[in-house]
């Protein structure tokens, strides 16, 4: 059965930092593209970027709305993604799922309050 | 960057009703379009890749269609377990990877 398990979530401080990491089983994780997506309450779907495979040298790329503060990375033996979260802004907060596009986790929360 | 648009932004049609929602892209996307459902507090699920390929266990009744820049997703005869969100997003070589603002499909 595949599984993709977030954790990391959690209440951080605007300014703050948060690491998210997305566990993977059940698949051929080092083969795969994984990609972090957010949604915040209420409202639509929001790529946030992605990681290619070591075949693709492991490109990177992300949306515009947190290119510079956001970065993901991958542990192929662990078969855990990651996602890097600093400099958030109130605007960050949402449920964060990590995909492969055809498996979805069921997401974690972070919110970014004073 | 490309910009994906979805019509119309939300539909009530009866049960056994054949819907079509549409996604157009701002630029050329060749097939690398996906349809996703989201069922109300649901993690999204794939129905569609490749603009016409249907996701295993998926049922038929869902449908693809489209290249380019148009892109059709049709529920040939729509079920009240239906009701959800439905986004499409383009995954070609040339990210962001955008979705479309989704449409949310209501039973009459």
């Known amino acids: 059965e595949v599984q993709l398990v977030e954790s990391g979530g959690g209440l951080v401080q605007p300014g703050g930092s948060l690491k998210l990491s997305c566990a993977a089983s059940?698949?051929?994780?080092?083969?795969?593209?994984m990609h972090w997506v957010r949604q915040a309450s209420g409202k639509g779907l929001e790529w946030v970027g992605r990681i290619r495979s070591n075949a693709d040298r492991y490109a990177t790329a992300y949306a515009a709305s947190i290119k510079g503060r956001f970065t993901i990375s991958r542990d192929d033996s662990k078969k855990t993604a990651y996602l890097h979260m600093n400099s958030l802004k109130t605007e960050d907060t949402a449920v964060y799922y990590c995909?492969?596009?055809?498996?979805w986790g069921q997401g974690t929360l972070v919110t970014v309050s004073s | 960057d490309i910009q994906m648009t979805q019509s119309p932004s939300s539909l009530s049609a009866s049960v056994g009703d054949r819907v079509t929602i549409t996604c157009r892209a701002s630029q050329g996307t060749s097939n690398y379009l996906a349809w996703y459902q989201q069922k109300p507090g649901k993690v999204p699920k794939l129905l569609i890749y490749?603009?016409?390929t249907l996701q295993s266990g998926v049922p038929s009744r869902f449908s693809g269609s489209g290249s380019g820049t148009d892109f059709t997703l049709t529920i040939s005869s729509l079920q009240p377990e239906d009701v959800a969100t439905y986004y499409c997003q383009k995954y070609d070589s040339d990210p962001p990877f955008t979705f479309g603002p989704g449409t949310k499909v209501d039973i009459k």
């Open positions: 995909t492969s596009i055809d498996y």
């Open positions: 059940g698949f051929t994780f080092s083969g795969s593209a």
């Open positions: 490749a603009a016409s």
